[in-house]
């Protein structure tokens, strides 16, 4: 190893470190766990080696519920908050007067506690024995009948539940591509203007080309940010996501941990190997579609 | 197309509320630009003379005065009506397009019965790219060019759609020196090529002289001389303009005039004859090719050092009335100046020296001794 390489490792050195005792060690350990049959946690004991605990979680109704319920989230949240957030950065972008207040309404959420944000969110959905809630008074002038968005079918849960996740993931996609979108030098807007080109095309042609490695970004941490989705629900639906039929993965993790059913670490490890493989390929999966698509005509992401 | 301009006006209101008051860019400018020629629009920075060219392209609109295309008034006309392509100066090519579908975009936005065939867009598109000779680079990202071959790209790109007339800002400033000369002959070449009507616009005096069929000389928004490059040169009208045209820059030195003969500040003997100008204090604008070395001359000055440029000699040199700290003079042999010395005298060619009222700035003509004769 000569001086410079040397020199190299020693400044990485401390985040390296930091990494592998907080990062790297428990990610071994948790696959060490989840391949331990038995494991006791008060003996520190175990009586064999093998996939059961995985055939465990694979066959556990609760963890199926997760999943899917993890994936309808995932499917749902990420492109209706990011085509959203696109739509709004282009309309505040369009717009010169009252624009920074606009950019504060809309950045609140991002600074506003999630419990907080759920209560509200309780208030304006909840049916109780009192109201049926702000949101169901608003259907009912449509003469739509009431509907219990908090404790009554799952499909109802499952909209309150992405709603959530959309308002409070927004703002930050807001932010980003409004920066992206104030970067873009103007002169190509002048040419594409000499050029007699619409708005639409100019839009889709030169816009959306030039910010798409933010939008790339956006994606991809949205897919992973909504997979590992956990305090929206229980800020919604309470702790006892099971019963409710609205856990989700990170969920399913906690409750075999410390939940009132929990206790048994090397489920919960199973089922994070289980979650870090799917956001692994769901991510691979992302920049390989957006290489190829750069490759046609996108920037390249460096 | 003959473009003409009539009062043509632009405000922009203050950037600052406090220090108030809109900002005057452009001030009832009025000129012409006639078929088929090649005009240079050169000021200093900030003299309004890019506002001038997104006003004549429809970018800006202007707040007073009319623009004709011919006889059209497009003054209200969108800039996809108007028919004109644009330059710009950083080239504004779309990085994520091939230098082909940079090209053809322009006619990819063609409507109604102007619509054209994919195989046509790309006929003309390949047939713009050959007259500016780029028909090897098509398959090319933006990136992937020299800074010369980009501009070769965003003019092709303003060509293609066959505009009638053809704006570019700055054409030049974004290339080395040496390309620089190469892409104003290009420039040239093309222009003579098309035939078509432009504009471009440059604070380089010498970029626009050696180009331009005519010059527009700006400042601070006003139109202070227009003409073509030699009589401008040769006759011009006020103080700046004489100092913004020349390299190396004209010599202006304190004056006096006192009955028919200038007199330089400093100095007791005249300089020059110069008949009908009234008395009182000028500035003397003499150009580097006006001084003659002359053991008897009447400028005195004393002699830095000699530069020899090859094909002629410059003169360092001071005098105590010169405005700069020294001046330049261009002569055609070193064996007129003995570098030795430590003063050189000078005699002046009478059409090289041009005098400007002390407070006005303005041209005050006389008649060079000998030419009525």
Request: proline fraction near 6%; glycine fraction near 8%.
């Amino acid at each position: 190893m000569d001086r410079s390489s040397r020199k190299a490792w020693l400044y990485l050195l401390p985040a390296a470190a930091l990494l592998a005792v907080f990062l790297v060690y428990p990610v071994i350990d948790v696959l060490i766990y989840s391949f331990e049959e038995g494991f006791n946690f008060a003996s520190q004991t175990y009586w064999g080696v093998g996939l059961y605990n995985y055939s465990y979680v694979l066959h556990d109704p609760y963890f199926l519920q997760a999943v899917e319920n993890t994936f309808v989230l995932v499917i749902i949240t990420v492109p209706v908050s990011t085509t959203l957030a696109l739509a709004i950065s282009a309309a505040l972008a369009s717009i010169k007067p009252l624009r920074s207040l606009y950019q504060t309404i809309y950045f609140l959420p991002y600074v506003t506690n999630t419990l907080a944000v759920g209560l509200v969110f309780m208030v304006l959905f909840q049916k109780t024995e009192y109201t049926d809630g702000l949101v169901n008074l608003m259907l009912e002038w449509f003469g739509a009948g009431p509907i219990d968005f908090i404790n009554g079918p799952h499909w109802a849960k499952m909209f309150v539940l992405c709603f959530y996740t959309i308002w409070v993931v927004m703002p930050f996609k807001i932010l980003v591509l409004t920066g992206a979108l104030a970067s873009v030098n103007p002169d190509y807007y002048k040419a594409a203007r000499v050029d007699g080109t619409s708005r639409a095309r100019i839009f889709f042609r030169i816009t959306l080309p030039m910010i798409s490695p933010m939008l790339v970004y956006l994606v991809i941490t949205g897919f992973i940010g909504a997979f590992k989705a956990y305090s929206d629900a229980v800020s919604l639906f309470g702790t006892d996501l099971n019963a409710a039929g609205m856990n989700t993965i990170v969920g399913y993790v906690y409750d075999m941990l410390y939940g009132d059913s929990g206790g048994y670490p090397s489920y919960a490890s199973a089922a994070a190997i289980i979650l870090f493989v799917i956001v692994l390929t769901i991510t691979c999966i992302n920049l390989l579609i957006s290489r190829r698509v750069s490759g046609e005509g996108g920037v390249h992401i460096q | 197309m003959n473009i003409k301009l009539e009062g043509l006006t632009k405000r922009f209101p203050a950037r600052d509320k406090r220090s108030g008051g809109e900002v005057t860019a452009v001030d009832s400018l009025t000129f012409e630009v006639p078929d088929g020629t090649l005009v240079g629009l050169l000021g200093p920075s900030g003299c309004g003379k890019s506002t001038t060219l997104n006003m004549i392209c429809g970018l800006e609109a202007p707040s007073e005065g009319r623009i004709f295309f011919g006889e059209e008034d497009v003054t209200a006309a969108p800039p996809e009506l108007r028919g004109v392509g644009m330059v710009f100066q950083n080239y504004a090519l779309y990085p994520h397009l091939t230098v082909l579908q940079n090209i053809t975009f322009p006619l990819e936005n063609l409507k109604g019965d102007k619509k054209l065939s994919k195989a046509e867009m790309r006929r003309r598109a390949v047939e713009t790219a050959r007259l500016v000779q780029i028909e090897n680079l098509l398959d090319r990202k933006p990136r992937e060019l020299s800074g010369g071959q980009q501009q070769r790209v965003a003019i092709a790109r303003a060509l293609v759609k066959t505009p009638r007339v053809l704006l570019l800002d700055e054409p030049l400033s974004n290339l080395d020196a040496r390309l620089r000369l190469q892409t104003r002959e290009e420039i040239c070449k093309i222009q003579r090529a098309t035939g078509i009507t432009t504009v471009f616009v440059t604070h380089d005096q010498e970029e626009a002289m050696s180009i331009s069929d005519r010059i527009v000389v700006m400042k601070d928004g006003v139109l202070m001389q227009q003409g073509e490059p030699q009589q401008v040169y040769d006759d011009p009208a006020s103080l700046f303009v004489a100092k913004f045209l020349g390299t190396p820059p004209i010599n202006v030195f304190a004056g006096q005039v006192k009955a028919g003969r200038l007199y330089l500040e400093g100095s007791g003997a005249p300089v020059l004859d110069t008949p009908g100008v009234p008395e009182g204090p000028v500035w003397a604008g003499i150009r580097p090719e006006g001084f003659v070395p002359d053991t008897a001359g009447p400028v005195c000055c004393g002699l830095n050092r000699v530069e020899v440029l090859g094909r002629d000699v410059s003169i360092v040199c001071t005098h105590p009335a010169c405005q700069a700290d020294t001046i330049r003079a261009i002569i055609p042999s070193r064996s007129l100046v003995n570098g030795a010395d430590n003063t050189v005298h000078f005699a002046l060619k009478p059409d090289k020296v041009f005098l400007f009222d002390r407070e006005t700035e303005t041209r005050l003509p006389f008649a060079p001794p000998g030419a009525e004769s």
